[in-house]
């Protein structure tokens, strides 16, 4: 018959249509089994995505490849928003490479999850449950089922008007300091990509120091960086409710409040410790140190932009920075560390046990025990990792335990200061501080949570038996 397909051709269809459908209920049955598992297959597939592209000749200024070790380093750096590099982000790497690195940066920044959900956003026009839970996952269950759609609109809507706004403030300035107008485009949307990310990576080769007392520059890049450590839930909740304070849920009320205190604390702290010390801002007008312990404050909770050398603090300093860093920023944010509402969370639970209060409460609102069971678990799984890696670390080279510590923590907690350490380490000392970034950006609790053979609920309850504590 005219027309008629062979039937050669009609089975390799009907087979090809087979083909695809058992890959859609693999794919929809992985998903459902487990959203963590799925994170964690993404972000793992996303990083040696990029790991292929930084290993092409053409992402090198030299053309040649980059080393294995070097590229996969620096895609995790950049998925993980970590900004800890190995090789000069300005001088080895090409205009391609730098674009790879910036394109890490965004995609890391919003978190996988919340890319593939607008995704299908955009695809579909709506979210079916599955798509909901997977946003709802990527954000923390920052929000209903019913809101997720929205939530991801304020998401990358938002993110997207702040490093407009970051970088709009930035390049006029570049231009006024006698950058070619398409450099210093380049530079500004680079660093305003950097900072509201949390990132720490910079495009000039000797990164911000040049301009270590220009408020111009300083003042956006601290804005951006702080903003991007509150959280997208904060975020929109500032955006809804601004300053109606009495309207903010009780997360957005913790992270503000507690990031404050660290701030002003580590301004304070890390200005009165370095204060006299010349090889970082002893030689300096107070304005100008003022100026510098602000930056140092806001950076080392998960920023990683440095206006000093990291190996030239005093040592007080250096323990200071590593406090600074395992806090680290708000929940769901572009932050690492175990987060500041950890850090509330259990601050209330031991004044409340001090009290002799039953229950832990924060304006107005009782905080479940869940919640502080997962605290515990965060700061625990949190420590072991950074003793884990501080000891592998240890095994392979020869350095101080105090400069070990400093980069297995900005590491972990994806902040990116460095006393040079990571590019001194052989191959296998990369691969552990790189390890150590995919840990602490995807989330310890998510980490064992995608790890875990099966997920269980008991139908059962044991009597209950207090042990002695303390």
């Given at each position: 018959?005219?027309?008629?397909?062979?039937?050669?051709?009609?089975?390799?269809?009907?087979?090809?249509?087979?083909?695809l459908?058992?890959?859609?209920?693999?794919?929809?049955?992985?998903?459902?089994?487990?959203?963590?598992?799925?994170?964690?297959?993404i972000?793992?597939?996303?990083?040696?995505?990029?790991?292929?592209?930084?290993?092409?000749?053409?992402?090198?200024?030299?053309?040649?490849?980059?080393?294995?070790?070097?590229?996969?380093f620096?895609?995790?750096?950049?998925?993980?928003?970590?900004?800890?590099t190995?090789v000069?982000t300005?001088?080895y790497?090409?205009?391609?490479?730098q674009?790879?690195?910036?394109?890490?940066i965004?995609?890391?920044?919003?978190?996988t999850?919340?890319?593939?959900?607008?995704?299908?956003?955009?695809v579909?026009?709506?979210?079916?449950?599955?798509?909901?839970?997977?946003?709802?996952?990527a954000l923390?269950?920052?929000?209903?089922?019913?809101?997720?759609?929205?939530?991801l609109?304020?998401?990358?809507?938002?993110?997207?008007?702040?490093?407009?706004?970051?970088?709009?403030v930035?390049?006029p300035?570049?231009?006024?300091?006698?950058?070619?107008?398409?450099?210093?485009?380049?530079?500004?949307?680079?660093?305003?990509?950097?900072?509201?990310?949390?990132?720490?990576?910079?495009?000039?080769?000797?990164?911000?120091?040049?301009?270590e007392?220009?408020?111009?520059?300083?003042?956006?890049l601290?804005?951006?960086v702080?903003?991007?450590?509150?959280?997208?839930?904060?975020?929109?909740?500032?955006?809804?409710?601004?300053?109606?304070?009495?309207?903010?849920?009780l997360?957005?009320?913790?992270?503000?409040?507690?990031?404050?205190?660290?701030?002003?604390?580590?301004?304070?702290?890390?200005g009165?410790?370095?204060?006299?010390?010349?090889?970082?801002?002893?030689?300096?007008?107070v304005?100008?140190k003022?100026?510098?312990?602000?930056?140092?404050?806001?950076m080392?909770?998960?920023?990683?932009?440095?206006l000093?050398?990291?190996?030239?603090m005093?040592?007080?300093?250096?323990?200071?920075?590593?406090?600074?860093?395992?806090?680290?920023?708000?929940s769901?944010?572009?932050?690492?560390?175990?987060k500041?509402t950890?850090?509330?969370?259990?601050?209330l639970?031991?004044v409340?046990?001090?009290?002799?209060?039953?229950?832990?409460?924060?304006?107005?609102?009782?905080?479940?025990?869940?919640?502080?069971?997962?605290?515990?678990?965060v700061?625990?799984?949190?420590?072991?990792?950074?003793?884990?890696?501080?000891g592998?670390?240890?095994?392979?080279?020869?350095?101080?335990?105090?400069?070990?510590?400093?980069?297995?923590?900005?590491?972990?907690?994806t902040?990116?200061?460095?006393?040079?350490?990571?590019?001194?380490?052989?191959?296998?000392?990369?691969?552990?501080l790189?390890?150590?970034?995919?840990?602490?950006?995807?989330?310890?609790?998510?980490?064992a949570?995608?790890?875990?053979?099966?997920?269980?609920s008991t139908l059962?309850?044991?009597?209950?038996?207090?042990?002695?504590?303390?």
């Open positions: 018959m005219v027309g008629q397909q062979p039937r050669w051709l009609t089975d390799d269809r009907r087979g090809y249509i087979r083909l459908a058992s890959i859609r209920d693999f794919a929809d049955s992985f998903a459902n089994s487990s959203p963590a598992r799925l994170a964690l297959f972000f793992s597939a996303v990083i040696l995505l990029f790991t292929a592209l930084l290993s092409l000749p053409m992402a090198t200024s030299s053309g040649t490849a980059a080393p294995l070790h070097d590229a996969f620096t895609a995790v750096s950049a998925v993980c928003v970590t900004g800890l190995v000069s300005a001088t790497w090409s205009f391609f490479g674009l790879v690195i910036l394109l890490g965004f995609i890391g920044g919003l978190g999850l919340t890319l593939a959900s607008l995704l299908a956003l955009i579909s026009k709506r979210l079916g449950v599955r798509g909901k839970l997977l946003a709802q996952e923390n269950n920052a929000s209903r089922l019913g809101e997720i759609g929205t939530l609109r304020i998401v990358i809507t938002t993110s997207v008007v702040i490093e407009i706004v970051l970088a709009a930035l390049i300035r570049f231009m006024i300091l006698g950058e070619p107008w398409w450099q210093a485009v380049w530079h500004g949307i680079f660093y305003s990509i950097s900072a509201f990310n949390n990132a720490g990576f910079t495009p000039h080769s000797d990164g911000l120091v040049p301009y007392t220009d408020l111009w520059i300083l003042t956006p601290m804005v951006g702080f903003l991007g450590s509150l959280g997208f839930p904060v975020i929109m909740v500032l955006v809804q409710v601004r300053h109606r304070f009495s309207k903010w849920t997360h957005a009320k913790l992270t503000v409040f507690v990031s404050l205190i660290l701030l002003v604390a580590g301004t304070f702290a890390w009165f410790l370095e204060w006299w010390n010349d090889r970082t801002i002893g030689t300096l007008s304005a100008d003022a100026i510098h312990s602000l930056f140092a404050s806001v080392t909770r998960s920023g990683g932009f440095n000093v050398d990291q190996s030239d005093n040592t007080t300093t250096m323990l200071l920075t590593d406090a600074l860093m395992f806090a680290g920023g708000g769901a944010s572009t932050a690492g560390g175990i500041v950890t850090i509330a969370v259990m601050f639970a031991i409340a046990e001090a009290r002799g209060d039953s229950d832990v409460r924060a304006w107005g609102r009782t905080i479940p025990s869940g919640a502080m069971r997962v605290a515990i678990s700061i625990f799984m949190g420590a072991t990792l950074v003793l884990l890696g501080s592998l670390i240890l095994a392979i080279s020869d350095d101080p335990l105090d400069r070990v510590v400093f980069e297995v923590i900005s590491a972990f907690a902040v990116g200061l460095s006393t040079n350490l990571s590019a001194e380490l052989p191959p296998e000392g990369k691969y552990v790189s390890a150590l970034m995919f840990a602490g950006r995807m989330g310890t609790i998510t980490l949570s995608a790890l875990a053979l099966r997920q269980r059962y309850r044991y009597p209950d038996e207090r042990p002695i504590i303390g």
